[in-house]
């Protein structure tokens, strides 16, 4: 007995019923309802593989994940008797819901829950029957032209079920579906002999696990093999009808590693043959175009209603790289939404209410872009395009449509400049509000020269104007005694801009300039749905940025060093961060950690410059101007409080981690000690000099004038020298002198 309960040992009978919708509609939760292959969101009852978990079709989910339909559908008879269900052998109605021309996915779920619902467990052949359910649904399965049972796959008889019924017949086509893998599943088991059925290849003939395909011969499918059969007939016809201009196009890597040349298949019409896809891969087309329904319109303006893109998810080229059509679902939903404002006055005709919630589309029908199916196919909305058929081909195979379109872009370089002679407008750099009010001194003596132009040597017009990125240049200048000028070239991506685009543009630059700058700003916001951060890291490592570590801010990716800044994501929507000015603040951070840079590393070259080469005499030390310097530079625009949100400050704190500020700082005052000591010894060398010089100085003149006073008293008379006034005037004159030297020497011999 199986652990759960199945509607067969309740003595229940079940009335299976099915309903059947458009692709991609949303679906909630409904008591005695299961949506099979569309509902898109999470719940009992819905099985989608839109929902994740890695599963990548509806049978797979419902092997994985079966609770998900027990516990909807039996979970209330199980617990009071829902849905009016009585006594043993009453009629308990059930409904499958699943998507017009429903496929083998849905087939093969549908039968999967039948048996978890009357059994009450899921059979064991149920993990091996979802993989091919989910190989056939990824396009993985492949036909071999020069192996017959390769077309008597179930999925292929299946496809010719189809073909065969008229339109609407999706419930026919369902259980005739059903009807097909029952007996295919019986067969299986009958060659199995009761061992556990593991692996998917007995479902495929040319396998040699497979068992011999009754199914294949059975009459009851007999018009269905009869259209297999003719399918490679009516493809001859269908390859001459192709358009021969277009042979092949370069798609993107799906590895991001460049562009590679895949074969196409563009048809000119409708197919004839019921395995157009499988035929034209089997052929050498990996990319196949293929419109179908009926055709409108001629020349130029011919439409059809519903265009498939596909890609064979199995093709590689010579170095292993496989393509893929991502962006291009919205690219032709961006030409699809502008065509119905068009038609209809300005406005589109669908409903607003988004089927996707990453900004990707703004209805509930748009084009379905490839996100379950690994971007290998692009499918019209469930409505139908009025797009040209022309139109359609074009944008897929000439547009650049991978390039992933920007909500915001800002890349800033600067180079730290010697003074320049440019002269021009200058005009104050105004305090963003929200950084600190110890920064209002510098930012009062700080200026920029705006509008200085950009040499046509640098940019190519093509990268300035069609592709919408604007570059402007500029100089801020510092209070003088502090940091050299810097040039700041500023590239901004305009709307609809792509991130490609303003790589490029950069790249060019920086080609022209021939000098890596000095420190990185880069601000980027990527449409959610065109590109993943692990694809723009790459670009930005190239132009210098670290993208090695990042922090988490406001909802940003914030990659930073001592001299780049890069953040990444729609950032903080606070009123905060719109009035401080939002990416500018950032930009001001690292503007203001460059500014302390480059004046400690002046400070540090002017001092290195005052002292004397090796071997030089110790002369000409003068600190006095530099000392005011720095000390002006520490009193006024050395803070180390910068911003009044806690963001700017973490920022402000990376930045001058990594930059070694404070050590920096540290080092730039001892060298100044120093440098003052070395000055003082100078000094002291110099006044030692000088009292040697006036000692010897002063003793010649004291020995001139012993030598006088010796002349004058041998000339004097004996009257003179023998009168006691005499005697006494030279005593007196003689202790005033001693005296006056006791007192100099004691002033000049004091500590103070």
Request: glycine share 8%.
């Amino acid at each position: 007995m199986s652990v759960l309960v199945g509607t067969r040992e309740l003595g229940l009978e079940v009335s299976w019923r099915f309903g059947f919708v458009k692709h991609g509609e949303h679906a909630a939760t409904t008591p005695g309802v299961v949506y099979v292959d569309v509902g898109g969101t999470p719940a009992p009852g819905v099985v989608d593989h839109h929902i994740g978990d890695g599963l990548q079709c509806a049978a797979e989910v419902v092997a994985q994940r079966p609770e998900l339909v027990y516990n909807h559908l039996l979970g209330p008879v199980l617990a009071k008797g829902g849905f009016g269900v009585g006594a043993p052998g009453s009629l308990l109605r059930l409904t499958v819901v699943t998507h017009e021309s429903p496929d083998w996915d849905g087939v093969v779920a549908t039968h999967l829950i039948m048996r978890l619902v009357e059994d009450g467990e899921l059979p064991a052949y149920a993990n091996a029957l979802a993989c091919y359910a989910r190989t056939v649904d990824q396009g993985l399965y492949q036909i071999d032209l020069e192996r017959e049972k390769t077309f008597h796959a179930p999925h292929l008889l299946y496809l010719a079920i189809q073909h065969t019924l008229s339109a609407g017949s999706d419930a026919n086509s369902l259980q005739r579906g059903l009807a097909l893998l029952e007996r295919c599943v019986d067969d299986v088991q009958a060659s199995a002999g009761g061992k556990p059925i593991r692996d998917e290849r007995v479902f495929f003939p040319s396998a040699s696990e497979c068992p011999s395909a009754d199914w294949w011969e059975d009459n009851h499918f007999a018009d269905a093999r009869q259209v297999l059969e003719k399918a490679r007939d009516t493809f001859r016809r269908d390859m001459e009808s192709r358009d021969g201009a277009i042979d092949c196009i370069m798609l993107p890597a799906a590895d991001n590693s460049g562009d590679l040349k895949v074969p196409a298949f563009v048809a000119t019409r409708e197919p004839e043959s019921v395995l157009d896809k499988y035929l034209v891969r089997a052929a050498g087309y990996p990319f196949f175009i293929c419109p179908r329904g009926h055709r409108t319109g001629d020349g130029e303006g011919q439409c059809f209603p519903r265009v498939v893109l596909s890609l064979d998810p199995a093709w590689r080229d010579a170095h292993d790289r496989r393509p893929s059509l991502r962006g291009l679902g919205p690219a032709l939903e961006r030409a699809e939404a502008a065509a119905r404002r068009q038609l209809h006055k300005g406005r589109d005709n669908r409903t607003a209410e988004p089927r996707y919630s990453d900004g990707s589309t703004d209805n509930d029908d748009p084009w379905y872009d490839g996100r379950a199916h690994e971007w290998t196919i692009v499918d019209a909305p469930r409505e139908g395009t009025v797009l040209p058929y022309q139109e359609v081909v074009r944008i897929a195979t000439e547009e650049a449509y991978w390039e992933a379109p920007l909500h915001a872009g800002e890349l800033v370089f600067v180079w730290p400049r010697p003074s320049s002679s440019v002269t021009g407008d200058s005009r104050p750099v105004p305090r963003p509000p929200t950084m600190s009010e110890t920064l209002s001194p510098l930012y009062k003596e700080i200026c920029e020269v705006d509008h200085m132009p950009i040499r046509r040597s640098e940019i190519p017009d093509e990268l300035l104007t069609p592709e919408g990125v604007t570059i402007t240049r500029r100089l801020r200048r510092f209070p003088g005694g502090t940091a050299p000028e810097m040039e700041i070239v500023t590239f901004v991506a305009g709307c609809g801009t792509t991130f490609e685009a303003l790589m490029r543009a950069a790249v060019a630059l920086l080609e022209r300039e021939g000098g890596a700058p000095g420190y990185r700003y880069a601000n980027i916001e990527v449409v959610p749905y065109a590109m993943k951060s692990a694809a723009i890291l790459p670009p930005l490592a190239a132009l210098g940025f670290d993208v090695t570590t990042a922090l988490s801010l406001g909802g940003q990716s914030v990659f930073l060093d001592g001299r780049s800044l890069l953040t990444l994501g729609a950032g903080d929507r606070s009123p905060i961060s719109v009035a401080g000015g939002g990416s500018r603040v950032d930009l001001e951070v690292l503007l203001y950690i460059a500014f302390l840079n480059e004046a400690l590393g002046a400070y540090s070259e002017r001092i290195g410059e005052a002292v004397p080469e090796h071997g030089q005499p110790l002369a000409g030390v003068d600190t006095h101007v530099l000392r005011e310097d720095v000390l002006r530079f520490q009193a006024r625009h050395y803070q180390l409080e910068v911003s009044n949100t806690a963001r700017s400050r973490r920022i402000f704190a990376g930045l001058a981690e990594a930059t070694r500020l404070e050590d920096h700082y540290q080092e730039v005052l001892s060298e100044l000690d120093r440098l003052s000591d070395l000055e003082h010894q100078v000094v002291d060398a110099r006044t030692t000099r000088a009292e040697r010089v006036l000692t010897l100085v002063l003793y010649a003149l004291a020995a001139v004038g012993v030598y006088q006073t010796v002349i004058a008293f041998a000339t004097l008379p004996n009257d003179v020298l023998q009168a006691p006034l005499f005697w006494f005037i030279v005593g007196v004159v003689a202790a005033i002198l001693i005296v006056c030297y006791k007192w100099i020497e004691r002033i000049r011999r004091s500590p103070s």
